[in-house]
């Protein structure tokens, strides 16, 4: 039950596109549609972002999508603004109930 | 609104057990599967145990199998985690967080504040 792979950090100027990629096994990312995204500020609870791989809940801007090819999974975050700073966790079902996160990426707004 | 309050947390000695609980309010609880989700000092989230449901579907990582036991009581609205032999690398903030989807096929829509578990050696 190894975690899925993430940068431990990635950033970007106010106004850029950054992506985060999450890559996993034909076993996780690859074998299903579920991948979803959080967003988590210090001190916060998580907060989805995307889900079903390329879905955004209500309310999340479309500056946020998220699309998957083969084993890797990707957020990329355009338009980038000050208060996207924050750490960034792909979450993906892996069969048999079982689920994995991914190490999390801190994403720095420059 | 939809709530999640985690208790039980606390410092305890390697080897010993200690029980979490997670009461929920603000939506009809035995329509959603129930996970725990836990984060280590330093580390990043890890997915820990999920709960169908109706409590019949359950599962955790294997780093847990046979040490921890979840289990949900509809009629209290509250989800609650058992741990057994608890050991060093079991210290993190535990969450638990409200499953959106049908069957396995969602996400976590819903998140509480966590609890803090300290083992100690």
């Known amino acids: 039950q190894s975690a899925l792979t993430q940068p431990p950090s990635a950033s970007g100027s106010p106004g850029q596109s950054v992506t985060i990629y999450c890559t996993g096994t034909s076993s996780d990312v690859g074998a299903f549609k579920y991948v979803s995204w959080y967003q988590r500020h210090p001190g916060k609870a998580p907060k989805v972002i995307i889900y079903?791989?390329?879905k955004r809940p209500s309310g999340i801007p479309d500056r946020f999508s998220g699309s998957k090819s083969g084993n890797t999974a990707s957020l990329t975050v355009s338009g980038l603004q000050a208060e996207d700073e924050a750490s960034y966790y792909c979450f993906s079902y892996a069969g048999n109930y079982n689920w994995k996160f991914g190490g999390g990426t801190q994403l720095t707004v420059l | 609104q939809v709530q999640l309050v985690e208790s039980g947390g606390g410092v305890v000695q390697s080897g010993r057990s200690l029980r979490l609980s997670c009461a929920a309010s603000?939506?009809?609880?035995?329509?959603?599967?129930m996970h725990w989700v836990r984060q280590a000092p330093g580390k990043g989230l890890e997915w820990v145990s999920f709960v169908s449901y109706d409590g019949i579907i359950k599962n955790y990582i294997d780093s847990v199998k046979g040490r921890f036991t979840i289990s949900r009581d509809n009629s209290n609205n509250m989800v609650n985690l058992q741990m057994d032999s608890l050991r060093v690398e079991d210290t993190a903030i535990y969450y638990c967080?409200?499953?959106?989807?049908?069957?396995?096929?969602?996400?976590?829509?819903?998140w509480g504040q966590g609890t803090l578990v300290i083992v100690s050696s």
């Open positions: 967080a409200r499953f959106y989807g049908d069957d396995d096929k969602g996400y976590l829509d819903y």
């Open positions: 603000g939506f009809t609880f035995s329509g959603n599967g």
């Open positions: 079903d791989v390329n």
